[in-house]
Each structure stands twice: as C-alpha cells, then as structure tokens.
C-alpha cells in the first residue's frame, strides 16, 4: 500500500498489489522469493520476500543438576528426591516442562544428565523466568515440597555470561522458621546449536516426495462405505486425506516439483 499521506488510516490507504504465499514456499526458495504482484486481475510490478529463523530458538539445553545438604522428609530413612522445571507464564502462573525420577534415600543426589530444546524449556526467552522445585517422591503420591528456587536460563548458561552455579533452596511453607532447605547445584548448564530443518533445506537436502497407495482386495470393495478406498461425494477417504495432509507439508519443499504416484494390486 502507498500510505504517504494516511499512515494511521488503512482505509485511506491506496492498494498497489497483492501476491498470496505459503511461508513454505519463501522458506523453500532459498535466500529470497519474488513473485509477482496483482491488482484487479493485471500486473502490479513485483515483490520479494526474504525470511530467516529466529536463531536463539535453534538450541538444545543440556542439563546436569545435582543438590547436597537436602532437608530430610522421610520419617525412618532420608529422602526421596526428585526436580521438577517450570518456566514462567503471562500472569506469573508456572508451567511445568520436566520432571526428572527420583533418586532413592540420599540428601545429596545427583540426577541423570538430559537436555531439552529452548523452546520448551523458556519458549525461546533467555531472560523467562525458571522455577526448579525439589520434591520428596513418596509411593503413596503424596509428595512433599522439599524447596524452590528461581532463576532464568541466561544467569545459569556460561555461553550467555551466567554466573549462578548454585541456588539455595527453600520452602515456603516453613514461613521464616528455616533459612535453605538445601542447595541446588548446576553441575553443567551448556547451550548446543541444533541444525533445523530449514538449516537441511537451505544447506542443500533435496527431499523428494512419492506417494503409493495399496488396491489390494483386503481393503475391501471400493464401492463399499466403509472401504478405505470408497470414493465418497461428501469427503475423502482415508487415503486421500493421508496423501493431502502429508503431501500439503513436503510438497514445496520437493526439488523437481515432480511427484510420483504409484500404485499396487490393482485389477485393470
């Protein structure tokens, strides 16, 4: 639109073109895409379009957490510790995103290594903030709170400047009564780059879309309702549905834009 003399008002607002895309079809066509732009039906000149991912998406977190001096839980024996993560939601609410399985009778565990994608752990915001909740595991499910503590990905990632190593934790529900109900330690907090799936496109990965589809007779009469193959005049079957669904992902993606379809145990 040519919005010289009414920025603030579309309405006003002189059209020059319009061109329809799919966000595959920019991501496919490498570093650029330009296609041609319409207004009432005639040339409008042309545009490009040029988009790239959000880099700080693009990583992996692996984690190695361990605790010492935990508050012990259990009555006759010390505790069952277990991590839970949570990041942070619009209205301070905390969404749950790993649990790690308990480790049994020790104040001091040391949890398997694991990692998780950016996304999920923090929705992509270095700076959200984390909860990491140390539970007591008890077989009747009645878990108990051992501490908290808060924090975000950027203070505990070296590669982002952090410097927190470890936290103390502590339980709300002692009310001042208990300074730290143990120490949360990030043993290992590393940041990976993780090739995407445009990273495969754009660096050259041809992907080559075929389709088959079974005729054989255990499918039953195609003239049949409840045959996968029955040709309905109000929707596609099974298969069809199967081959758009699939094929309205990879089919911009497809190198020659040439889509086999073959066919087996069909009588002709």
């Known amino acids: 639109v040519d919005d010289k003399h009414h920025v603030d008002n579309i309405d006003k607002q002189q059209l020059l073109g319009t061109m329809e895309c799919t966000l595959a079809e920019v991501m496919a066509a490498g570093e650029h895409l330009t296609k041609s732009l319409r207004l009432q039906g005639n040339p409008a000149g042309k545009i490009t379009i040029q988009a790239e991912e959000v880099q700080d998406s693009k990583f992996v977190v692996d984690f190695e957490l361990s605790a010492t001096k935990l508050e012990k839980k259990d009555l006759f024996g010390k505790s069952d510790p277990y991590i839970e993560i949570a990041k942070s939601q619009e209205g301070g609410a905390f969404t749950m995103v790993y649990r790690s399985q308990p480790i049994?009778?020790?104040?001091s565990p040391?949890?398997?290594a694991f990692e998780m994608e950016i996304q999920k752990l923090c929705s992509g915001d270095w700076e959200r903030t984390l909860q990491f909740s140390v539970w007591d595991w008890n077989k009747s499910g009645n878990n108990e709170l051992i501490g908290l503590a808060t924090t975000s990905l950027k203070d505990i990632c070296p590669e982002r400047g952090g410097k927190v190593f470890n936290l103390d934790l502590t339980n709300p529900?002692?009310?001042?009564?208990?300074?730290?109900?143990?120490?949360?330690v990030f043993t290992s907090v590393k940041a990976v780059p993780k090739a995407s799936f445009v990273d495969y496109i754009r660096g050259g990965c041809q992907i080559s879309l075929i389709t088959a589809v079974d005729f054989t007779a255990s499918n039953g009469n195609p003239s049949d309702p409840n045959c996968l193959h029955y040709i309905s005049p109000?929707?596609?079957?099974?298969?069809?549905q199967a081959i758009k669904s699939i094929a309205s992902v990879l089919a911009p993606y497809d190198s020659d834009q040439m889509i086999p379809a073959f066919g087996f145990g069909a009588q002709l």
């Open 104 to 107: 049994m009778k020790t104040l």
């Open 110 to 112: 040391r949890w398997p």
């Open 173 to 184: 529900s002692h009310k001042g009564k208990k300074k730290s109900s143990g120490v949360l």
């Open 234 to 240: 109000v929707k596609d079957n099974e298969y069809v």
